[in-house]
């Protein structure tokens, strides 16, 4: 019997190579005072998650509306942002007339962009140091400064309670705590630490809390 021939196997087609678009560098700007404007690039680190703009905006509204100046500047204004990363709110603070800004953060890379930054935009009230935010909060005089920055990683829950205590302690009693969760805190949380709520917005995953000393705010 006459069998027929074998199927020839389809010719295989050449492994497509995924394309992928270089991606666009991330930017953030400052948003108003000396450097308004000024585009500052990101850098692509995990983790990484720069206050988006439109929340810097509205925080220091209301930071400015706390110093009682218009214009939105803080002068005389001493800050220190715990957790630095890009640098974008110890920058804008600094932008808008600080007469003093430490930033701190661990990340060898991001802080000699942020020491490059400083030298670049001659940022004379901006301090930048290598190291823990919290032990930095904790050697600061106590009522010493009118704003603490704290954004500590999403990932890191362990740093938020002892990164409050710190900044209530350090805090001067016109002065206020930023603070970007991952959750919103209730004044219950917060009132053990020596805080309580005095603004708050939602944007996307991030939860922006403007905080004050729980002595001034009941005083």
């Not at 957790?83 to 000699?112: I, N, P």
């Not at 106590?142 to 209530?168: C, I, K, M, N, T």
Request: glycine content about 10%; charged content about 20%; proline content about 9%.
């Amino acid at each position: 019997m006459r069998k027929d021939p074998a199927p020839k196997p389809a010719a295989s087609k050449p492994a497509r190579v995924p394309r992928h678009k270089a991606p666009l560098p991330r930017q953030i700007r400052i948003i108003g005072g000396l450097w308004k404007r000024t585009r500052l690039a990101v850098a692509d680190k995990p983790g990484l998650r720069p206050t988006p703009d439109r929340v810097r905006e509205t925080l220091f509204n209301w930071l400015a509306s706390l110093a009682g100046v218009g214009g939105g500047e803080l002068p005389g204004w001493h800050c220190l942002d715990a957790f630095a990363g890009t640098g974008a709110l110890g920058l804008e603070a600094a932008s808008r007339g600080a007469a003093s800004v430490l930033s701190c953060e661990q990340d060898a890379e991001l802080v000699a962009q942020l020491l490059a930054i400083k030298t670049r935009l001659g940022a004379q009230a901006l301090r930048v140091e290598r190291g823990n935010g919290v032990t930095a909060l904790e050697r600061v005089p106590a009522g010493s400064l009118h704003a603490v920055f704290l954004d500590p990683p999403f990932e890191q829950p362990a740093l938020y309670e002892p990164a409050l205590r710190a900044a209530a302690r350090a805090l001067h009693a016109d002065g206020a705590v930023y603070l970007e969760a991952p959750r919103r805190w209730t004044d219950e949380e917060l009132a053990p630490l020596g805080l309580i709520g005095f603004r708050y917005l939602k944007a996307g995953a991030v939860h922006a809390h403007l905080l004050r000393p729980l002595v001034a705010a009941t005083a």
